[in-house]
T-cell receptor
Framework: NAGVTQTPKFRVLKTGQSMTLLCAQDMNHEYMYWYRQDPGMGLRLIHYSVGEGTTAKGEVPDGYNVSRLKKQNFLLGLESAAPSQTSVYFC??????????FGDGTRLSIL | AQTVTQSQPEMSVQEAETVTLSCTYD???????LFWYKQPPSRQMILVIRQEAYKQQNATENRFSVNFQKAAKSFSLKISDSQLGDAAMYFC?????????????WGLGTSLAVNP
């Protein structure tokens, strides 16, 4: 099925560990985004990409890194996880249209 | 900078009744898009309806319609004949038509309960 796939769906980390969240889309979209969703905070943009090989900071980029080596993939990395990064993470993609396609989210808990 | 405000953290409606969710936004731009997204307990983000700012006609999708007041910067969502499956968080979002980042700016959401 066409869409945005996030891997993994759930993960528990210990403080200081590192991990990478993978977002893959098969719609040939230029734009990809990583959001985090926290209670009472809505969705906040972490990083985004307007094309292969490009990335840019969003509202809350600190503590995260991203890469877009292939057009279909957008990776979000946590180098040294902190409890404040406990959240639900959403990836989204869009072409030069108004339709954003979201993944199903990744629930990340950091102990 | 653009902002989106949803002033109703929680709303409830009786099944089969009509409910209106409020959204206001602040922008100095003339061209933009507005969206309502639904997030059920499954966490999926589902597009409910969208509105182009240059269109005067209010968007409608089946039981969902909007009241778009550009001068007042208001974008409310009306759900008619509410169903139990409509229970969810509803987010209002704004997307600029300027630049090339296509970012969405989100409100904090309204939690809608549907009572049988």
């Amino acid at each position: 099925n066409a869409g945005v796939t996030q891997t993994p769906k759930f993960r528990v980390l210990k403080t200081g560990q590192s991990m990478t969240l993978l977002c893959a889309q098969d719609m040939n979209h230029e734009y990809m985004y990583w959001y985090r969703q926290d209670p009472g905070m809505g969705l906040r943009l972490i990083h985004y990409s307007v094309g292969e090989g490009t990335t840019a900071k969003g509202e809350v980029p600190d503590g995260y890194n991203v890469s877009r080596l292939k057009k279909q993939n957008f990776l979000l990395g946590l180098e040294s996880a902190a409890p404040s990064q406990t959240s639900v993470y959403f990836c989204a993609s869009s072409y030069a249209t108004v339709f954003f396609h979201f993944g199903d989210g990744t629930r990340l808990s950091i102990l | 900078a653009q902002t989106v405000t949803q002033s109703q953290p929680e709303m409830s409606v009786q099944e089969a009744e009509t409910v209106t969710l409020s959204c206001t936004y602040d922008t100095s731009e003339s061209d933009y898009y507005l969206f309502w997204y639904k997030q059920p307990p499954s966490r999926q983000m589902i597009l409910v309806i969208r509105q182009e700012a240059y269109k005067q006609q209010n968007a409608t999708e089946n039981r969902f319609s909007v009241n778009f007041q550009k001068a007042a910067k208001s974008f409310s969502l009306k759900i008619s004949d509410s169903q139990l499956g409509d229970a969810a968080m509803y987010f209002c979002a704004y997307r600029s038509d300027a630049g090339n980042n296509r970012k969405l700016i989100w409100g904090l959401g309204t939690s809608l309960a549907v009572n049988p």
